[in-house]
């Protein structure tokens, strides 16, 4: 009798343990276990992440692309920031529009996720660039951005309301934000933010006439403008926006390595950073305590 309740005991605890590394690595995609743990399971999981999401190139014209370009008319060539852009989804978005002959600067923590999103993006369009960096620091000067997008990733942040604080610090006045707030919050408690709550999130970092729209079964659509004005910025050189993050200077120079490879000089504190043969730049080495 005592053995078969000791098997049962011994299923049990099992079970358990098994549910709760399901939940923590799975459901949850390791947001409750750190950063470190959600980018190495986007690193694993890259390989099959458009498959698994299915995106339809019309969607994201219709929901995407389009009332981008719209926010924008009648100017077509923007600066765009993609934080956390994953494999490039709005890239490619931005890139099959006929009429984008803006600049879209995708980055992300994941180095896989970005080898995906080159392999996605470069057929349709090279005037995309790739940076693998924190969505917590972003290697950019105040007030630079004519667009900055978030999607489908807030939820996966440790500090998702300083992250909202640096999309807005990034984006120029009159300039559009667009993000994210997660709906289906069943196996994320604690994670996300109501709508009202993410409305209030937007105030404020400053960012006005916040609206959300309905979109998806798990997210919704949710679009703003920083507060005040300033010129359209449109497409400039990456070398004049890029800034170090280890010494904070701005004054990056991309150096040719070969014909596949180059890498990007600091020319304030010598430090150097590599893009990889799918083109990729990796400002990682350069945080300082990354
Ligand atoms: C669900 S995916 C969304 C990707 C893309 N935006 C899309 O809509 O398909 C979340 C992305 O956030 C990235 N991510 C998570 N935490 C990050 C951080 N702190 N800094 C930069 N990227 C991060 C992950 O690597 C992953 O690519």
């Known amino acids: 009798m005592s053995d078969i309740l000791g098997w049962i005991a011994a299923g049990l605890v099992l079970g358990i343990v098994g549910a709760l590394v399901w939940w923590l690595l799975i459901a949850s995609e390791g947001v409750y276990m750190g950063r470190r743990v959600v980018i190495w399971l986007y690193d694993l999981y890259a390989h099959r992440y458009e498959d698994v999401k299915g995106y339809m190139p019309e969607y994201e014209q219709l929901f995407l692309a389009e009332p981008l370009m719209d926010a924008i008319a009648p100017e077509t060539a923007p600066l765009v920031l993609d934080v956390a852009t994953g494999t490039g989804r709005l890239p490619l ?7 984008f002959a803006g600049h879209t600067i995708g980055v992300d923590l994941s180095r896989r996720m970005l080898h995906h999103a080159t392999r996605s993006v470069y057929p ?15 290697p950019f000067p105040d007030n630079t951005f004519d667009i900055v997008t978030c999607m489908e990733a807030l939820e996966f942040m440790t500090s998702p309301g300083a992250v909202l604080y640096e999309l ?3 984006l120029r006045p009159g300039g559009v934000l667009l993000t994210t707030q997660r709906i289906n919050t069943r196996l994320m408690p604690g994670k996300t933010w109501s709508a009202g709550e ?18 998806q079964v798990d997210y919704r659509k949710v679009w703003g403008r920083k507060r005040g004005e300033s010129p359209f910025g449109g497409v400039r050189p990456l070398e004049s926006i890029l800034r170090c993050p280890h010494c904070d200077q701005q004054c990056f120079r991309s150096q040719p390595d070969g014909e596949r490879s180059s890498h990007w000089l600091c020319e304030g504190c010598g430090r150097q950073a590599d893009a990889g043969a799918d083109g990729v730049i990796d400002l990682t080495p350069l945080y300082r305590g990354h």
Do not use: S
């Not at 978005?93 to 009429?99: E, F, K, N, V």
């Not at 349709?124 to 972003?138: G, K, Q, S, W």
């Not at 993410?198 to 979109?215: D, T």
């Open 198 to 215: 993410m409305l209030e999130q937007l105030e404020r970092c400053g960012i006005e006439n916040g609206k959300a729209q309905v979109w």
């Open 124 to 138: 349709y369009d090279h005037r995309v660039t790739f940076i693998c960096c924190p969505a917590e620091r972003l």
């Open 168 to 170: 807005a610090r990034v």
């Open 93 to 99: 978005a931005l890139a099959r529009h006929p009429d």
